[in-house]
């Protein structure tokens, strides 16, 4: 039966009414209004301060939001995942990776068994396995004590745990060196392990299924590499660890289950920075600091889990979000970090968000007639402003930002930080406020250059602001994000949880590599692009 569209909705049809009433609100009269707009228009928790005050919203734009939240049955929808309902309907998963960060203390159950027990018994072989590794005393084949780790992983077992070790790099420690490899690209695996030595190499090969194509390849391609200087297949349990939730995969593989860390399939790929496939970060920041990260991502958790929506964080940012996206028909948000430690958070955002909110058919199986997630990108500030900044400050798209920033640094030196912090304070002030063509004149520019140099404004922007990148504070933003997107495709009816679209291409492939590989001339049967393609591609690497 076909079901009322979202847009159908009493909560819709306000926004949109809404809608025609303020798209022309300046955030200078905004401002003017009301002088305590700036403090009223902000929200806590976690260790992250929201200033939301920015956004092209009134008083009322929020109350029609919180409806729709209301409406889309949020609070309901909340409690079925943290229950561990089977809310990823298109896979038939229960979806919990906020089990994963809940204390000793906590009791959630899957099919009748409590989950907690098997998480921290899996923490806590993590945390031996890294004292050991950390301390020296895993051993290699040789006897030469273990100083160099690759993870082998892709997707959600690739990108969390780089973003995480980038992010976390100050507390690391220096001694032991990470490499990632991911791309089935076999340069990405040659330049990570060119300078390495095996005796002293330990690969993490990290895959949920054990049967990702890149991450097999890499990881048959690390065991030749070492087999070929260690020449034991003995050598393969001091220089392996597993993490997975495929037992006999690994297995098969060679890799003794002892050596292997395991999860559930509960944990979706790109919510597993947490599971076992956090491994690396732990091995680089060590147990105790992971900890802080799990307790940052729990608090965030709690909040979400707890907090009235009009003082939620996530909640929060998934309205307004939404707001661009279905109202302003905003297509894109740029997250600009002005942290360099976040260099991999814009891409780790891209995978959360546009692989898990970029759908089109409903939970009801119905195509969407609005717009779903839009294009996360972005780069550390102070680099973006002297790169793409320039659109957002004057070009025709409008495009929301997510300004991140710290109080104090981890690395102090001279005016750098208060000069970094400027920059992002500036910016959003900039495109909130720009500078008319008049004041531009009254400063002395000529009538012809005025245009140029004048800017629209009313560009909105959140500001999060945190006291200190720490581990904890790290947890609590990456968990703001996962909720920020579960917040969204609630309310618009999609599976956030599945990734489907990720299907086709690999199944064509599979077909491809073969017609590539082939010492006879095939047949082909694609069409004409594809068959000439593959033809051209034959004689070129004949050549
Ligand atoms: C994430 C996706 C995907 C996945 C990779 C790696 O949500 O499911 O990015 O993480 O395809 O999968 P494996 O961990 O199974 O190798």
New binding site residues.
């Given amino acids: 039966m076909l079901q009322p569209s979202l847009t159908h909705g009493p909560s819709w049809k306000a926004l949109a009414a809404h809608y025609d009433e303020v798209k022309e609100l300046q955030l200078r009269e905004l401002f003017a209004q009301d002088p305590i707009r700036g403090e009223r228009f902000t929200c806590e928790a976690a260790g992250l301060f929201l200033d939301y005050s920015k956004h092209r919203i009134t008083d009322e734009t929020l109350r029609l939001l919180l409806n729709l939240a209301a409406e889309a049955d949020l609070q309901g929808q909340i409690a079925a995942m943290f229950r561990g309902d089977h809310i990823n309907l298109t896979e038939d998963r229960a979806v919990l990776h906020t089990a994963l960060r809940a204390p000793k203390s906590y009791r959630i159950e899957v099919d009748g068994q409590n989950i907690i027990p098997g998480i921290h018994a899996v923490l806590d072989r993590m945390a031996a396995f890294c004292e050991q590794v950390r301390a020296g005393a895993w051993l290699g084949y040789t006897g030469r004590p273990i100083r160099r780790i690759v993870n082998i992983?892709?997707?959600?077992?690739?990108?969390g745990p780089v973003m995480a070790f980038e992010a976390l790099k100050h507390y690391a420690a220096r001694e032991l060196d990470f490499r990632f490899v991911s791309n089935v690209d076999g340069s990405d695996f040659a330049e990570a392990t060119r300078d390495l030595d095996p005796e002293e190499t330990l690969f993490i090969v990290?895959?949920?299924?054990?049967?990702?194509q890149?991450?097999m390849t890499n990881a048959g391609t690390a065991r030749a590499w070492c087999l070929a200087a260690l020449k034991d297949e003995a050598a393969i349990a001091r220089h392996f660890v597993a993490l997975?939730t495929n037992a006999a995969r690994v297995a098969a593989f060679g890799i003794d289950t002892a050596n292997m860390f395991g999860f559930w399939d509960w944990v979706?790929?790109?919510?597993?920075m947490t599971s076992a496939?956090g491994l690396s970060t732990m091995l680089a920041i060590g147990p105790e600091h992971f900890r802080n990260m799990l307790a940052g991502f729990h608090a965030m958790d709690e909040h979400f889990r707890t907090a009235p929506f009009e003082r939620n964080l996530p909640v929060l940012m998934g309205l307004i979000g939404l707001w661009y996206t279905d109202f302003f028909n905003a297509q894109a948000v740029a997250v600009l970090p002005y942290d360099q430690y976040l260099k991999r958070f814009p891409a780790y955002l891209q995978?959360l968000i546009m692989?898990?909110n970029g759908k089109a058919t409903t939970l009801a199986g119905q195509p969407v007639d609005y717009q779903t997630s839009a294009i996360y990108f972005g780069e550390p500030g102070t680099n973006g402003q002297h790169s793409f900044y320039q659109m957002i400050h004057q070009g025709t798209k409008l495009i929301p930002c997510d300004f991140i920033a710290f109080a104090q640094s981890l690395n102090p030196l001279g005016d750098h930080h208060d000069l970094l912090v400027s920059n992002v304070l500036a910016q959003a002030e900039a495109l909130a406020f720009g500078k008319t063509e008049a004041e531009v004149k009254a400063e002395g520019t000529a009538e012809w250059l005025a245009p140029h140099r004048s800017f629209p404004g009313n560009r909105p922007s959140n500001l999060l602001l945190a006291e200190c990148l720490t581990p904890a504070v790290l947890g609590s933003l990456v968990a703001l994000y996962e909720h920020m997107v579960f917040t969204q495709g609630a309310i618009w009816c999609i599976d956030p949880?599945d990734?489907w679209g990720?299907e086709l291409g690999k199944v064509l492939a599979q077909r491809i590599q073969p017609e590539l590989e082939d010492t006879e001339e095939p047949e082909l049967n694609h069409d004409s692009s594809t068959n000439a393609l593959i033809r051209r591609y034959r004689r070129l690497r004949r050549s």
Avoid: P, W
């Fill in positions: 992983g892709i997707g959600g077992s690739d990108l990290a895959s949920k299924t054990f049967t990702t890149e991450t997975s979706g790929g790109r919510y597993s496939i995978q692989e898990s949880f990734q990720v």
